[in-house]
Structures are given as C-alpha cells and as structure tokens.
C-alpha cells in the first residue's frame, strides 16, 4: 500500500551506526528491523498509546530500491497499510540519497497469555483511516523445506530473548545475513515468516537450499519443525558494491 492521502502517518529520521551494519557498510537486516521496531514503539507513544502493548511478527516483505549505509540519515515514514480481525499491516518508508527500502509487516495482536487476540478499539480508531477500509491475510506463502537438506546449529542467546521470552523477531534476521554472507551477495527483496516463537534452550538449525542464480529459501527449525522461513533475492556482492 502506498502512502495514504489522509490517515495518522508517523515520520521520524534515523541514523545508521557502526552496530548496524555489516563489513561493506550496508544497513543489516537485523538492525533494518530493530529500527522498524523502534519506530512503531514511538510512533504508538507519540499517538498517546502504551508502546508496551503486546505483539507478534507474523510476516515481513523488505523491497530495497538501495540499501541505506553506514552514516546515512534515513527519512522514515510508517503508517498502518490494512487489518484483519487480529492483526494490522505496519507500512514504512525508508528512504536515503541510495534510494528507499519498503517494508511491510504483519503484527499480531495478542493478550496477556500470548494467544491472538481482536484489535482494540483504540487501535481501530487510531490507525483505521490511513488502512482506508484494506483487508489483509494472516495466510502463509512460503513452503516447508524439502526433505534431505543438511542443517547448521544457530545458537540461541540469552541476550536474544525478548519480554516475551521469544527470541525477538529482529534476531531471527541475522541468520539470513549469515547465509548471504556465505553466498556473497546482497539482499534485493526479502519476505521472512514466523510460524512460532523460538525459545531458550531450543536447538535451532539453519537450512537453506542449494539455489543459486540470485533466489534462495531458507528455515530455522528445531526438532525438523520449522520455526521461521524465507525467501530472498539477491545480487552479488561484486555486481552490487559494498551498497
């Protein structure tokens, strides 16, 4: 959804740090979501709601027209992009002299035992005239991963762990870093699921498939049960540049 012409829409500016990049200087996944992150947490307190409010990524679309880099002052804008009865489309732009990165995420509403639950009426009030009556899924496209691919550990850490006691969503990112930086290329698009939380303790696997040619899916699973999945496109760090 685009910027809608009428509606709440949340503009901030941020800057990208040492900590939020990878070795060539572009903006990393993981730091791209804690940013996300952070600007729904303060665009929910500027609007006079409890940033504390409880929910859960269920699916995120990244379209990166240039990547932001390290030093760069990014122009965010977010707004809501549509609803379901339980959950709502965070829209935001982020956009740098590189070009904009487009975002979509679906966030679930939950309540206090972490189970979804029906948007409240404030968040309706709120944020319902910039989703323009837009109905989105909660429904899944990406597929499980085929039988016979080998996994690698990924260590869960302490410092990983959310409130919730979920990894955080922003973390289970930086597995997908890991892989491009195996591949050595440079995320084009990327859309990540999360079909359930990942705990301390579980004994999570990275899986990828051997695809090359610029797509690859990959899975976080624990005990052959996938966790979250993936499909991202790519160029090639050579062909790409550091940015």
Known sequence: MERPPAGRVFETEVRIRFGDCEPGGRLRLDALARILQDAGNDDFDDAGLDPSSPWV??????????????????????????????????????????????????????????????????????????????????????????????GRPWQVRVADLDVLGHVNNSVLWAPVEEELADRKATPSSVELEFLAPVLAGDDVARVA???????????????????????????????????
């Open 57 to 150: 990524a269920r699916r995120s679309v990244v379209q990166a027209g240039g990547w932001p880099g390290l030093g760069d002052r990014v122009a965010l804008a977010t707004w809501c992009g549509g609803m379901g009865g339980r959950w709502a489309e965070r829209r935001t732009t982020l956009r740098t002299g590189a070009g904009a990165v487009e975002v979509a995420t679906l966030w679930v509403h939950v309540d206090a035992a972490g189970r979804p639950a029906r948007l409240p009426e404030w968040f309706v009030r709120t944020y319902g005239p910039a989703a323009g009556g837009r109905s989105v899924s909660s429904r899944l496209r990406i597929g499980p991963p085929p039988g016979g691919l080998p």
């Open 209 to 243: 498939d051997p695809a090359d040619g610029g797509r690859f899916s990959m899975w976080l699973t624990v005990e052959d049960q996938v966790r979250v999945q993936t499909v991202v496109e790519t160029v090639s760090d050579a062909d790409q540049g550091t940015r």
